[in-house]
């Protein structure tokens, strides 16, 4: 009866008949596997809608009635990983190999887990196992060899990494590729090359020249757009396509929502390309309602390129390339004539079909340009109308937070993967020279980055252990509340605050700053002169940051009369810049006009 009552989908029914016939006969073996069975596909249905402690419950009893259920062992490690339980999830995997030696699916999630979680040893291990085990699926040879750490023990340890990445390719070569579905099997392949002091240009060309060979799907050509962009007189506005999975409460959305709602709708008609992984939020549903059209982009790649071939675009923007595997992988398509990118994620792509860079001439120095693989154009803004968050209404003290009231407080609020080697002097020195400080750091999803750190600091700088306090991560609301009760902010070196630092200017503190040659060190420098301020806090070597955090921290007069300057400069010069999104349309129209012609824009042109 059980088993018909699930036939029918009366799956409370079949439960509770299952149930009964169990505290009846509890050894019935069969009653035992329907109900696993019932409550793994619960699992797999609330794990497909996003209700992932509803799919964990559920498998959860699905073990508990067939323990040895491998399949179900390994959804339930992807769900904790949903949630960020990366040690739970790792268990589950490895008790789904050990029930099923030559289970694949278990090595490759196993592997993945380690990646994330920075144990790339570990993963290597794992990837090689997989590969073994079905040697077609190629994408395990290059997830295991393009790693480079997250948090590395050393600048050793980081050159160690990158030249095995480097020389991987040569060995990468050799295999014969049958790849259909780059975006969900391969592992975002550049992202960590951006957190270091080096020039990537070379190695992100090298590995987009592989990846043009190795996987041909990739390598899609429109043919309609040729047809839209002759007859283009004929049309009144300008078709653009923004295309991110973060087009939603996350750090894109927040950047790019102003300019979305900014733009001029009588001459650009604007459509919004989602993936099916975008997760929903207030942001996301005020970008959607800013757009003319929404798609979500679904299936493979060849799928997903055809859908935004389907709009006859003018122009494709992606404010962002290397942070997920399905923009990179789209990016290597003609799919409009022109083709842009943002620095949502400050790095050249390597991809010779993205034609131009779009940055700003304050935060990029005067040859810059040769550190791109696109065209560099500049805009003289750092941000795009960007709205600041609100001042929280129920302000936090440092008790809130376990935090000490007589201390100088350094906070670095940022994620823990920018924290360089080279930046752990800094922090030493001010741990040293100002007996009072207490240096402020935020956690992340990965427990294991702040063993990590503690770790390289023990062998190298272990007054930062003593120094240095982690506090959890945090709603934005308590995140501007850390932001006013802390003394200074420091930005790391190489690869320093953005939208953190925007959103710290609702409250003022101030951020000491150390720009390098590269863009992506020298966002906050740049916003400190959009503001115009006199005199900012940006250090041209380690011992002027050091002498800065701490005269900040220690003279509270000038620091509240410089909290109060720069609270007043981002009302007036950083937020809501309105002409910052005219500066990107007329960007956009002379990119447009260039490319009917069948022209480029100049390389380093600055918009005016």
């Given at each position: ?6 036939k ?8 509770s ?23 793994a ?35 339930l ?11 739970e ?5 490895k ?14 999630n ?28 190629t994408?395990?040879?290059?997830n295991a ?10 600048n ?16 990468l ?8 579905d780059?975006?969900?099997v391969?592992n975002?392949?550049?992202f960590?090359?951006s ?6 240009l ?14 041909p799907?990739?390598n ?6 040729n ?19 973060f087009?939603?409460?996350h750090?894109?959305g ?72 399905s ?26 079909t993205?034609d ?6 304050l ?24 709205i ?34 080279d ?11 100002d007996d ?13 980055y ?6 390289r ?15 959890k ?33 609702v ?15 020298r966002?906050a ?40 300057a ?43």
């Amino acid at each position: 009866l059980g088993e018909i009552y699930f036939k029918q989908n009366k799956i409370q029914k079949a439960i509770s008949f299952f149930e009964t016939a169990l505290v009846n006969s509890p050894n019935l073996v069969q009653a035992h596997h329907n109900l696993a069975k019932i409550y793994a596909d619960l699992g797999n249905k609330f794990l497909l809608e996003g209700k992932i402690e509803e799919s964990i419950k559920n498998y959860e009893q699905a073990v508990k009635n067939k323990p040895d259920f491998v399949e179900v062992h390994n959804n339930l490690g992807i769900a904790l990983q949903n949630i960020n339980k990366f040690e739970e999830a790792t268990l589950c995997f490895k008790r789904a190999i050990a029930i099923k030696p030559d289970f694949e699916e278990g090595y490759n999630n196993l592997a993945a887990s380690f990646v994330a979680q920075g144990r790339f040893d570990e993963a290597i291990l794992f990837y090689d196992k997989a590969l073994k085990l079905s040697s077609n699926k190629t994408q395990y040879a290059i997830n295991a060899r393009l790693l480079i750490p997250t948090i590395p023990e050393s600048n050793k340890d980081l050159k160690l990494w990158r030249d095995k990445y480097d020389s991987a390719f040569d060995e990468l070569k050799k295999i014969k590729y049958s790849i259909d579905d780059p975006q969900n099997v391969i592992n975002p392949p550049t992202f960590n090359l951006s957190y270091s002091n080096f020039n990537n240009l070379n190695i992100m060309k090298k590995t987009s020249d592989f990846f043009r060979i190795a996987i041909p799907v990739i390598n899609f050509k429109t043919e309609k757009n040729n047809i839209a962009n002759k007859n283009n007189d004929k049309i009144k506005r300008i078709r653009i396509g923004l295309i991110s999975t973060f087009f939603t409460d996350h750090t894109i959305g927040k950047l790019y929502r102003g300019l979305i709602r900014g733009i001029d709708k009588k001459k650009f008609e604007l459509i919004i390309f989602h993936f099916k992984n975008t997760k929903s939020g207030k942001i996301k549903d005020e970008i959607d309602s800013c757009s003319d059209k929404i798609v979500v982009l679904s299936g493979r790649i060849g799928e997903q390129q055809k859908q935004i071939e389907n709009e006859l675009l003018d122009v494709i923007f992606y404010p962002d390339i290397g942070m997920t595997s399905s923009t990179y992988f789209l990016a290597y398509a003609r799919i409009a004539p022109t083709q842009i990118m943002g620095f949502g994620h400050p790095e050249t792509s390597g991809i010779n079909t993205i034609d131009y860079f779009l940055s700003s001439n304050l935060i990029e120095n005067e040859n810059s340009n040769i550190f791109y693989n696109e065209k560099l154009i500049c805009i003289d803004r750092v941000l795009f109308n960007f709205i600041p968050p609100k001042i929280p209404q129920k302000e936090l003290g440092r008790s809130d937070f376990s935090l000490p009231k007589d201390k100088n407080l350094y906070c670095c609020p940022q994620t823990l993967f920018k924290i360089h080697p080279d930046f752990d002097l800094a922090l030493s020195k001010i741990a040293e020279k100002d007996d009072n400080s207490l240096i402020v750091m935020i956690e992340t999803k990965h427990k294991l980055y702040v063993e990590k750190l503690k770790n390289r600091w023990s062998k190298n700088f272990p007054i930062l252990n003593k120094k240095v306090m982690f506090i959890k991560n945090m709603q934005l609301e308590d995140f501007l509340s850390l932001i006013k009760i802390s003394d200074v902010l420091l930005d790391p070196f190489y690869f320093g605050a953005g939208l953190s630092f925007a959103e710290s200017m609702v409250i003022g503190t101030p951020t000491v700053t150390m720009p390098s040659k590269f863009m992506r060190s020298r966002v906050a420098a740049g916003m400190y002169k959009q503001m115009k301020i006199l005199n900012p806090p940006i250090a041209k070597n380690v011992d002027e940051y050091v002498d800065l955090a701490i005269e900040l921290a220690k003279n509270k007069k000038n620091n509240l009369k410089l909290r109060n300057a720069l609270r007043d400069a981002a009302e007036l010069y950083l937020f809501n810049d309105i002409n910052a999104v005219k500066k990107f349309e007329t960007f956009l129209i002379q990119a447009h006009e260039s490319s009917k012609s069948g022209s480029f824009l100049k390389d380093g042109h600055i918009i005016t």
